[in-house]
C-alpha cells in the first residue's frame, strides 16, 4: 500500500526526520500491520491536508521543536481530548517522557475505571509517578479512581511546570488543564 502522495520519494528520505515522521503517521493509521490493530479499532487517521507529505512538510518546519537529551513525539490527542485525528488544529510535538503521561492502554483494561484494579479484597489504585508505581487501597472504585486522578492530575501539572519555556504555550496549557476521566 502506498501512504500518501506528494512528490515521489525514495530510500533516502528515511534519513529525513520530518519524512520518518509523516511515513509513521501514516502507517499508525493505514497500515494492516498487527501492532497497528489499536489505531485502526479507534478509527484514528489522517486529515486529507496531511496526506500530502509537501504540505505536512511546511507544518513541519514551523512547529518541530528540540529540547536536549529528549527525543520528540508527534502527538494528536493531548491538546483535544480523545482527538482521532492527526490535523494542524490538534497535533503538537511534545518530549516523549510527556508523552506517556498521557498514555491509556484500553486492551489491559476491566470494567474498573482507569487506575484501578481489584487486589485481594479492597479496590487499588495505581499511577506511575516519577518511574515508580503510587498505590493506595481503598474499599471501593470510586474511592480508587479518585485518588488515582488526583495523583495523575498533580504529576502531570508538575511536569508541565518543569517543562514551562521549553514547551510550547498550547501543550503547557492543555496540561494544566489535564482533567483525568473515569472513563478514560
Known amino acids: 500500500m502506498v501512504y500518501g502522495k506528494g512528490n515521489s520519494r525514495d ?3 528515511w534519513t529525513d526526520p520530518c519524512f ?3 511515513r509513521n503517521m501514516l502507517k499508525r493509521c493505514y497500515s494492516s ?3 497497528y490493530e489499536e489505531y485502526r479499532r479507534q478509527g484514528v487517521s489522517v486529515c486529507d491536508e496531511w496526506l500530502d507529505f509537501d504540505v505536512f512538510k ?3 518546519a514551523r512547529n518541530f521543536y528540540q529540547i536536549e537529551n529528549e527525543e520528540m513525539q508527534l502527538d494528536k490527542d493531548i491538546l483535544k481530548h480523545g482527538n482521532l485525528t492527526y490535523c494542524p488544529e490538534y497535533c503538537v510535538f511534545v518530549p516523549k517522557s510527556i508523552n506517556m503521561l498521557f498514555v491509556r492502554n484500553k486492551n489491559k483494561r476491566t470494567d474498573l475505571p482507569i487506575g484501578v484494579y481489584k487486589f485481594k479484597d ?3 489504585s495505581s ?3 516519577f518511574g515508580k508505581n503510587v498505590r493506595k487501597d481503598f474499599k471501593d472504585p470510586i474511592s480508587a479512581f479518585e485518588e488515582y486522578k488526583r495523583v495523575k492530575e498533580k504529576y502531570v501539572k508538575f511536569m508541565a511546570e ?3 519555556g521549553k514547551i510550547p504555550e498550547n501543550l503547557y496549557n492543555a496540561m494544566m488543564m489535564f482533567e ?3 472513563d478514560d
Do not use: A, G, L, N
Request: aromatic share 20%; net charge positive; hydrophobic share 20%.
Open 127 to 129: 499511577c506511575s509517578v
Open 58 to 60: 511546511k507544518w513541519y
Open 33 to 35: 500491520e498487527e501492532k
Open 162 to 164: 518543569k517543562y514551562r
Open 180 to 182: 483525568v476521566k473515569i
Open 122 to 124: 479492597k479496590y487499588r
Open 11 to 13: 530510500q533516502s528520505d
Open 20 to 22: 520518518r515522521t509523516w
